[in-house]
């Protein structure tokens, strides 16, 4: 365990934690002899930027040419800057704050210029656990990559606003971290600090596949193709062991057998006892994608963790009744409500009913109501956070109007709640209020795969319907299409560009233009596909066509399927936490 441990830490969800995300600037290496120039903290907690800090130090020291000239921190620039003591007492706040947990990529220099720094100031080293996120990259990424912050970041596609500059760094190692305790959540089923303490300071063995192992599984590992899919492996008994996707079959698979390969010795134990191996290709990484998560749920190989615990989701439910509620649900039901989600995080879909709350007036209170002129409003109506329906004095009509208006709010409309956040952000900029800026930008980021679409179509669930054409990795003669029809995946196909499309029209008209509806409730298994659904197409929404079913009559939707059949071509990617290929080690 990286520090001193805090009472009861370990045990803590990892949303109730303060994660302390610092980088510092300094005069040289020795956190004893050498002295802060700058220090930049990121508080993270629920996934989200909670609080920014950043200040120059006067290091009471010349910073050496190299240095200045690395992070354009000049000796001028500090003369005047504040004292030690007084930018350490505010860091030591930060590092009190209930749950405090230090974060740094390489943490063991930042602690040690920080705890240096603290001593010094006459201030308390708090006993504190420290996370690094550089040791997470070693476990996580490809190990072909680099894990220094700059690599990363591009691995991630986080553009860093101020390199070697300490606040730049913080910020972009805290986006960083939360892309690993998402994935680290979703795949390892690590829940509380201590699983993160576990998962990072495990030991990684390197890998010696044994002649014997080697001759077993070559006549597979030779015809591997060079195409997306799903690999599943099986042991001396035909038992299945481990099922997993790939961008690449023939590369990822190979990997498992490479002299050296840092296995965790649950997998190196895997890989010893593997006698078959067998696949399946996909047209494209959705594809594979979908089918590794039904795979494994299905057959729940002992190898894998991924997925085997199934998580229910929060949603936000506008009620099906004559005066709707908005409310928070976890799962989708029968009962005629518009849905949203599923949402990462309950404390998201918080915060957003206390946004509804505060600029829409839609009633608070549960019970069903019949509008009585007799009956008295209650305190929500005199605080003018409700119309009182219940008391006619708003009609039926006119609350009809704000439920529309809600619905508005919550959608990819120029006037919804992507576009009011993103106007608000610009005003806290132009206002020099950096730090609340910044955290609604980053709640941006999330909300926008749930509510931003490329068209004025609804974000509810329950009527997200559209046609997604993907090229497929391999062949330019072929495309892979998949039909969503109220947030779910009906209908997945790989077609030839210039093949009959009878039965697609066929089949595009039976699931939106004949009536029929689909089964609900949703399963967890269903509302699982359903998130791996919105985060991908979200994510990699420049790669194919995505048509909206909404507002369009069958022949134009028929003719919009047909052009980007035809012709949607490959486009640059973006990694994204989802296309790392990493093999689970619980």
Known sequence: MCGFSQKNIPVIPLHDINFIVTDVETTGTSGENNRVTEIGCVVVRGGEVQHTFTSLVNPRQFIPPFIEQMTGITNAMVFNAPEERDVFAEVYKLLKLPNAVFVGHNEQFDWSFVSNSLKRSGLPVPQIDRICTCKLARRLLPKTRKKNLGAVAEYFGIHIDGRHRAYGDAEATARVLIEFLEHLEEHHEVQTMGDVLSFQNKRLNNFHPTPRVLKRVQEYLDELPEAPGVYYMYDDDG???????AKTLSERVRSYFQMSAQHPKKIADMVKNVHEIKWVETGTELAALL????????HKPPFNTMSKKLRWYPFLKLTNEDFPRLELCSGIE???ADYYGPFPRRGMVEEILTTVKKNFTLRLCNEPIEPQPSFRPCFYYHIKQ??????AKQTQQEYRQDVDAVKTFLSGYSHGIIATLEHEMHECAERLEFETAAMLRNRLRDLRQLFDRSQDVSSAVNNTNFILVLPTE????????????LGLLAYQAVIGRKASLRE??????AL????????????REQVDELRIITQWTYRKRHRGVQIYIENLSVSDVLTKATDAIRNVQHTPDVVTIEEIDVMDSD
């Open 239 to 245: 038992f299945l062991m481990y099922v997993g996707k």
């Open 291 to 298: 089918l590794e998560s039904k795979e494994i749920k299905k």
């Open 334 to 336: 029968q009962d005629g």
């Open 386 to 391: 409700c119309n009182a329906p219940c008391a």
């Open 474 to 485: 391999n062949d330019d003669k072929t495309v892979e299409v998949f039909i969503v029809r």
């Open 504 to 509: 697609l029209e066929k089949k595009i008209t």
């Open 512 to 523: 939106f233009y004949s009536g029929t509806e689909l089964s609900m409730p949703l399963t």
